[in-house]
């Protein structure tokens, strides 16, 4: 089955710009979309098809997908940031989505 | 303004069944895909599975002896049944709307707050 790898955790500074990873097997043939979930929380969807970002979510989140990593981008990070950001494909030969083990990103 | 909410018992005793509901207020049960994921205490998510407003449903092999998923148009719920539960499905359990477009882009837009179950005697 499909594999999403993210790290579990990054770091950064307030003002600067979070990068969240998400590896994959060619990758960058699937369409990826980012959640994320504050503590106690549901997630919500911050980017969708790569790079598309739904109604309501700033601009300062965007999305990248090339070869084996897509790339989730948070710029002029603030402490209302603080959360786990989750990656997922959906997976065509199961039929099932899948999720990437998850990222706790902390500001500094 | 569209939203889910989660509805069932917080407490369930081991080898009995998880039962869950799912119910879709200000807007439209049809035409979408329907699915349930839960997280386990301090983890990441995993996908239970997902019905079609028409009744057309799929699951995660590594539940799908144990899981059925229903949907009722009529009073615009979807529903869960988790059979044999153990203390491992101990899980805040999401309900979430499906967006569907083509064979590779599908993703979770609208979710419910979830409901934690607890399997315990």
């Known amino acids: 089955s499909y594999v999403l790898t993210q790290p579990p955790s990054v770091s950064v500074a307030p003002g600067q710009t979070a990068r969240i990873t998400c590896g994959g097997n060619?990758?960058?043939?699937?369409?990826v979309q980012w959640y994320q979930q504050k503590p106690g929380q549901a997630p919500v969807l911050v980017v969708y098809?790569?790079?598309d970002r739904p109604s309501g979510i700033p601009e300062r989140f965007s999305g990248s997908n090339s070869g084996n990593t897509a790339t989730l981008s948070i710029s002029r990070v603030d402490a209302g940031d603080e959360a786990d950001y989750y990656c997922?494909?959906?997976?065509?030969?199961?039929?099932?989505?899948?999720f990437g083990g998850g990222t706790k990103m902390t500001v500094l | 303004q569209e939203q889910l909410q989660e509805s069932g018992p917080g407490l369930v005793k081991p080898s009995e069944t998880l039962s869950l509901t799912c119910t879709v207020s200000?807007?439209?049960?049809?035409?979408?895909?329907w699915s349930w994921i839960r997280q386990p205490p301090g983890k990441g998510l995993e996908y239970i599975g997902y019905?079609?407003?028409?009744?057309?449903?799929n699951y995660n092999p590594s539940l799908n002896s144990r899981v059925t998923i229903s949907v009722d148009t009529s009073n615009k719920q979807f529903s869960l049944k988790l059979t044999s539960v153990t203390a491992a499905d101990t899980a805040v359990y999401y309900c979430a709307r499906t967006r569907w477009f083509g064979e590779f882009l599908r993703y979770f837009d609208l979710w419910g707050r979830g409901t934690l179950v607890t399997v315990s005697s």
């Open positions: 200000g807007g439209s049960i049809n035409s979408y895909y």
């Open positions: 060619n990758v960058a043939s699937k369409s």
């Open positions: 997922q494909v959906w997976d065509s030969s199961s039929d099932l989505p899948v």
């Open positions: 019905i079609y407003y028409r009744g057309r449903t």
């Open positions: 098809d790569d790079r």
